[in-house]
């Protein structure tokens, strides 16, 4: 039985109404198992003794030296209790215990030396230490790191009402010691055993409460295993019932379409990952399983030209395709260049974004409906409810990031048999964080640059140093290049950051005077119409520079600029700095990139932009996020929200928590693929506890 564990938070002993209310609102604390999954962040040793004589009420947890003298039984029935006189040379303290009374006979003794650990209650006018750790003072001393105290995180709002960590353990200590708690196993023998895993209460009791690194370490061990193991036991059985169960469209023939653009349209020879990536989703496409793959990719590495043959494989086959982008800009890019593309081929591509005008947008809707339209290109205007295919085969989401979970659920509604789904994303996402993510995903990567590229020369100067950099700027545009000068935006102070833009652009004006220099913009305030001229005066080589916030993050392709100017790259994140990196460095010519920072930056700040000067390697880059700032607030994985909270585990540094876990996850599954054999009943009860009535990620993905 487990009620006490999911009762509310206020009928614990010293909790009450108003600070019930703090718990909630403050640390997300609404029950008992709330409260015992709060765990601690770190651990001080307690060094500090108290004597006998010392000992008060509003004491948390004391430890004392001293000696037991005489057991005695007192009382009768439920309330029968061993007890036993500790004392010290300033007096005696009275330990009780409820329980193990035959235990605590046998391993204590009267006359040896102890360390007794616990919180001192005043009963009958005489203190008492219930259920107290008790350690022979011997061993302490011999042992390396002594006996550690949890600090719990708290609030300001928290701390004001007293609600302090040393208050939080002792509510975590009332609860512990609350007869009625019992915390069932959740993890079967099959697979303690094997591992060595404490069992669940024992974890949770420990990672609270320890008594060494070694407990905190089994403690966390125990937990962090169970946390990434029901997450890849989720992934894994979602994986294989697609693998057996779920029947996709067979795109069977290569056809017409596919051909010509291959001997005609193709305006460079496919690097070899290209290729790779593009038999692995052929393979998936004629399976008649439905695919469900993520492409990853570095920016430039080409992965367009990869949704476009797929698609056309689609439309060789009788089936639509579309493929989503996170903006206009970038749907618009990817019309334009894929129109191109395929001039000559017979594949009718379309363009629909939120701004499409109604008449265009009938069209379009009629278009999809017949069957006329092949490939239709857009952003989330895409998977409105309105938009109706007549046989649609095939979704490609690109830079994927940017779209919500709930977005991308609505895709999957769109069909009865669901369409193929290849998820694209340039943000290269770590290794841990990929599993936990995308673990029921089968994975393409492009690891290989088309040729000819040279690294992107990196560099950062401050303010101070803004002549040089203008110098600079001025020697490329000479050279006939051309140069992105990036603003950030960030949403919370959005009038603040629009002004520094436009006080950057003044000063831009300034130094770059027409009618010599010609400098185009673009921001989140313009319309689309605004936006397409000035992209297009970019584009063409008219203008010498685009002064942007960050709406060209994103997949903007354009050769001939070599040179992006970043401002206050400090507020940049490390991966948004790496994609606006990516947008240069994608003609023949030497590319840089230049990171302007203020004069004093934080230690974060300076190891991201330390990092940038260092590496190019996206998935280093992402390694190095993901240590610093933990994948809750990577980006990307926020867009598109982690479908869980872990509490524990940190994919970070657990890697091989996690890989340990996911193989003996598909150990289970492979032996047992329904989970139907009376050892793993606590896995699939839990699984359905875990997963069951929220949203499933591996439906949509
Ligand atoms: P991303 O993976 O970032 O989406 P793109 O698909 O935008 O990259 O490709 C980046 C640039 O490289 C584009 O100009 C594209 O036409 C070009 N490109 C793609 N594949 C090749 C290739 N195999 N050889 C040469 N250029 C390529
Ligand atoms: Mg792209």
């Not at 992209?535 to 002064?547: D, E, K």
Request: net charge neutral; aromatic share 8%; proline share 4%.
């Amino acid at each position: 039985m487990s009620e006490l564990l999911d009762s509310e938070i206020k009928f614990l002993p010293g909790v009450g109404p108003k600070r019930a209310e703090l718990l909630q609102a403050e640390a997300d604390i609404h029950t008992f198992r709330d409260l015992i999954y709060y765990f601690p962040y770190k651990y001080v040793d307690k060094t500090r003794f108290y004597k006998v004589k010392e000992l008060d009420t509003d004491m948390q947890y004391v430890q004392v030296k001293g000696k037991i003298r005489r057991f005695t039984t007192e009382g009768g029935g439920s309330a029968r209790r061993l007890t036993a006189d500790f004392y010290d040379e300033t007096g005696v303290v009275k330990l009780v215990w409820f329980k193990g009374h035959k235990w605590v006979l046998n391993a204590y003794k009267p006359e040896k030396e102890y360390i007794i650990f616990g919180k001192p209650t005043l009963f009958s006018g005489a203190f008492n230490i219930v259920h107290p750790e008790i350690e022979e003072s011997e061993k302490r001393e011999t042992r390396v790191s002594s006996a550690l105290e949890a600090q719990y995180s708290t609030t300001e709002k928290m701390k004001d009402h007293f609600l302090h960590s040393k208050a939080v353990a002792k509510l975590m200590a009332t609860a512990f010691s609350m007869p009625a708690l019992r915390i069932p196993e959740t993890l079967p023998p099959a697979v303690t055993g094997p591992l060595k895993l404490m069992s669940l209460s024992d974890a949770l009791f420990r990672i609270h409460f320890p008594d060494s690194n070694t407990d905190i370490e089994n403690a966390r061990f125990r937990l962090k295993f169970e946390e990434l193991f029901y997450i890849q036991l989720n992934l894994l059985r979602y994986k294989g019932n697609r693998a057996k169960n779920t029947h996709g469209f067979v795109f069977s023939v290569v056809g017409e379409r596919l051909n010509s653009f291959y001997a005609n349209n193709l305006p460079f020879a496919l690097t070899e990952a290209q290729k790779r990536v593009i038999r692995e989703i052929r393979a998936d496409l004629g399976s008649g399983r439905q695919m469900n793959r993520l492409l990853q990719g570095d920016v430039g590495s080409g992965k367009t030209m990869v949704a476009l043959m797929s698609m056309l494989i689609g439309a060789d086959n009788g089936f639509q395709g579309c493929l989503m982008a996170p903006t206009e800009v970038l749907a618009i890019q990817h019309y334009n260049s894929i129109s191109r593309f395929v001039e000559g081929i017979d594949a009718n591509v379309a363009l629909l974004t939120g701004s499409t005008k109604r008449s265009e947008r009938t069209r379009i809707e009629k278009g999809l409906l017949d069957g006329s339209i092949d490939i239709l290109i857009g952003t989330h205007a895409l998977i409105e409810e309105n938009v109706k295919y007549k046989n649609l085969g095939l979704v490609i989401i690109d830079e994927q990031h940017r779209f919500g979970v709930a977005q991308r659920a609505k895709l999957w509604q769109k069909s009865d048999c669901p369409p193929h789904v290849l998820v694209m994303t340039a943000t290269p996402i770590p290794r841990t964080l990929a599993m936990t993510l995308y673990g029921d995903l089968d994975v393409s990567v492009i690891d290989e640059m088309p040729p000819g590229r040279k690294p992107i020369k990196t560099m950062a100067f401050t303010d101070a140093e803004r002549e040089k950099v203008f110098g600079f700027m001025r020697r490329q545009i000479e050279d006939g290049r051309q140069i992105y000068v990036v603003y950030p935006l960030i949403k919370e102070s959005e009038s603040l950051d629009y002004k520094d833009l436009e006080d950057g652009l003044e000063s831009m004006a300034r130094a770059f005077p027409p009618p010599q220099y010609c400098i185009s913009v673009v921001h989140g305030r313009m319309t689309t119409k605004d936006k397409e001229i000035s992209m297009n005066l970019f584009r063409s080589g008219q203008a010498h520079i685009m002064v942007a916030t960050t709406v060209i993050e994103v997949g903007v392709d354009i050769p001939n600029a070599s040179v992006m100017v970043i401002e206050s790259a400090e507020r940049f994140g490390l991966s948004q700095l790496h994609q606006l990196r990516g947008r240069v460095g994608r003609g023949a010519d030497q590319s840089y990139c230049i990171l302007m920072t203020s004069h004093r930056l934080s230690a974060d700040a300076t190891e991201r932009i330390n990092t940038m000067i260092a590496t190019n390697d996206g998935f280093e880059i992402a390694e190095a996020d993901l240590r610093m700032r933990g994948p809750g607030d990577l980006e990307g994985t926020q867009q598109s929200g982690m479908p869980f909270d872990l509490k524990i585990a940190d994919l970070g540094k657990d890697g091989q928590i996690l890989n340990l876990a996911r193989s003996r996850a598909g150990e289970i599954l492979a032996d047992d693929p329904e989970l139907s054999q009376p050892g793993n009943q606590l896995l699939s009860l839990n699984l359905r506890k875990l997963f069951g009535r929220k949203f499933s990620w591996s439906e949509i993905s």
